[in-house]
Nanobody
Framework: QVQLVESGGGLVQAGGSLRLSCAAS????????RGWFRQAPGKEREFVAA????????YYADSVKGRFTISRDNAKNTVYLQMNSLKPEDTAVYYC????????????????WGQGTQVTVSS
């Protein structure tokens, strides 16, 4: 089994930055795909970013391209989401996800999920 724990959420003003972390424990050697998703109140969970084993395999939603950066530290079993130029529409609960084989934009592709961390961007 794999456990994922997110941290780094909070309240920030528009234009500010936050860095989210997602630490994995358990059977972490099998975690090829790591992703970030978000869910705002009344909306479906949506894809934000994903990464394979290296920075050469990263994918972003159009809404965050150029503002967010996903990265991973395999030695620490941790994935990060650096969020810059934040907008009020980025407000949501952010979830990290992991999977032994999948690193894409579909939530159903991931076997493991964290509990989420709230990000609130004030205008």
């Amino acid at each position: 089994q794999v456990q994922l724990v997110e941290s780094g959420g909070g309240l920030v003003q528009a234009g500010g930055s936050l860095r989210l972390s997602c630490a994995a424990s358990g059977r972490t050697f099998s975690l090829y795909g790591r992703g970030w998703f978000r869910q705002a109140p009344g909306k479906e969970r949506e894809f934000v970013a994903a990464i394979g084993w290296s920075a050469g395999n990263t994918y972003y939603a159009d809404s965050v391209k150029g503002r967010f950066t996903i990265s991973r530290d395999n030695a620490k079993n941790t994935v990060y989401l650096q969020m810059n130029s934040l907008k009020p529409e980025d407000t949501a609960v952010y979830y990290c996800a992991a999977d032994p084989q999948y690193a894409g934009a579909t939530p159903a592709g991931y076997d493991y999920w964290g509990q989420g961390t709230q990000v609130t961007v004030s205008s």
